[in-house]
């Protein structure tokens, strides 16, 4: 799941977008972000996907600023966090690493795999300064240094693109293409043992003939089922947030996907199903900074969420971030931002909402807006099931010690 997600988005920025390799996308608004697994609409994002065979070592120039992301590999494991300003060279499997690199200012980071993946976001409020960062983000092979030309950036600008897994064959598509690219890892020998026979093995075009076309394909429609029961249902250590409500979090899978004695293939599914990427700073309910990912499918009354029913949520006074937080809504089928007429997906404290006299705030979030209160509403759509993630920015003593709980979602009256 980590694995073919990343690749579809990579092979959507070449082939959708029309990204170069270290070409940023730059992702801001609603409409920009309509292709992306559980996209926070709240802060822009500065997205690019970096084949290291093609050019050799990268460059990735971070300017001074507000900026929070990381480096991950397609398995989407982080290879360094990215919220300090310099000069990150990353080198791939079997490249050499200049020896004047450290002398000259270059943090050197070793990607496991050829491509990878490189996201921060643009945390401040002021637009034009999220501009001026953007323009100073410079990406570029390191044999360009002596004269760097930076790749630069465009914007999805009403294309159409997608960052999730794929459904049918062009699933199986995606990882030939990922096996005749990457080195082999040697955990891995047994599985492309198991790959060959139904027609993908490295160094050879993916061709399947009938009998492995239709066993890929319902192996596909059934481990999608499979990924949604995990997902949906959550069952595994770390997804418990309190007793008697229904959130948990959704980062259930920690940053390197690792257990004590063993890989966790159920956590990772479960996340890497409806969101993309999973480094230290998204798991602030162990640390007590960078993030926290409240999640749930279900109302108080244990009924799934329908776009076709009226729900207010009711948010505690002092929510207990440090930076922001937001609520925002996601389609169940694409796990991508609701799509409505009025393009809003999320509220936030950084939006212009109405609080109550105890400085609490009712979101509501259905087909009908809420008289005197439009400005707290999320619009959703009958017959699209739905559901949310609520975000705390830098949480605070009184979310990791839970004297501060957010209750479940409600039918409204």
């Known amino acids: 799941m980590p694995l073919i997600g990343f690749v579809q988005w990579q092979w959507s920025n070449i082939h959708e977008l029309g990204a170069a390799n270290g070409q940023i996308v730059f992702a801001e608004t609603y409409g920009d972000k309509l292709g992306g697994l559980t996209f926070n609409t709240t802060t822009p994002y500065v997205l690019v996907f970096i084949d290291l065979a093609a050019e050799g070592p990268f460059v990735v120039d971070l300017p001074e600023g507000e900026l929070r992301g990381a480096a991950h590999d397609m398995w989407q494991v982080q290879i360094t966090q990215a ?30 795999m050829m491509n990878f993946f490189f996201g921060v976001r643009l945390m401040s409020q002021d637009r034009d300064v999220r501009q001026s960062l953007l323009e100073r983000i410079h990406i570029y092979p390191y044999a360009e240094r002596a004269n760097p030309k930076p790749r630069g950036y465009l914007t999805p600008n009403g294309r159409p693109w997608l960052a999730a897994q ?107 199903y409806e969101a993309v990427t999973n480094d230290v700073a998204m798991h602030g309910q162990e640390t007590g900074w960078g993030q926290v990912y409240l999640s749930t499918y279900k109302d108080a009354d244990g009924d799934w969420l329908d776009g076709g029913t009226d729900y207010v949520l009711h948010v505690p006074p002092d929510v207990p971030a440090e930076t922001f937080w937001s609520i925002t809504l996601y389609d169940v089928a694409t796990r991508c931002i609701i799509r409505n007429d009025q393009q809003i997906a999320d509220r936030s404290s950084r939006t212009d909402i109405v609080t109550n006299d105890d400085q609490s705030v009712d979101i509501f979030m259905g087909p009908n807006p809420p008289a005197g ?14 559901f949310p993630y609520f975000r705390l920015y830098s949480p605070t003593a009184r979310f990791m010690d839970r004297s501060w709980v957010l209750p479940d979602i409600r039918k409204a009256p």
């Open 83 to 112: 919220t300090e300003p310099g000069k990150y060279l990353f080198v791939g499997p079997g490249q050499e690493v200049p020896e004047d690199a450290a002398a000259n200012g270059f943090a050197v980071h070793r990607s496991p």
């Open 166 to 272: 794929p459904r049918g064959m062009a699933y199986w598509e995606r990882l030939a293409d990922s096996v005749n690219a990457e080195a082999v890892a040697e955990r891995d020998r047994f599985f492309m043992a198991m790959l060959k026979p139904l027609g993908i093995e490295k160094g050879r075009p993916f061709a399947p003939d009938e009998r492995q076309t239709r066993i890929l394909s319902e192996a596909a429609f059934v481990g999608e089922a499979m990924t949604k029961a995990l997902d949906f249902e959550k069952r595994v250590d770390g997804a418990h947030y309190v007793d008697d409500v229904s959130w948990h979090f959704a980062t259930v899978a920690a940053w390197d996907q690792r257990a004590d004695h063993h890989e966790q293939l159920d956590e990772r599914a479960a996340w890497f």
């Open 373 to 386: 209160r439009e400005s707290n509403w999320i619009p959703t759509v009958a017959g699209r099931a739905w």
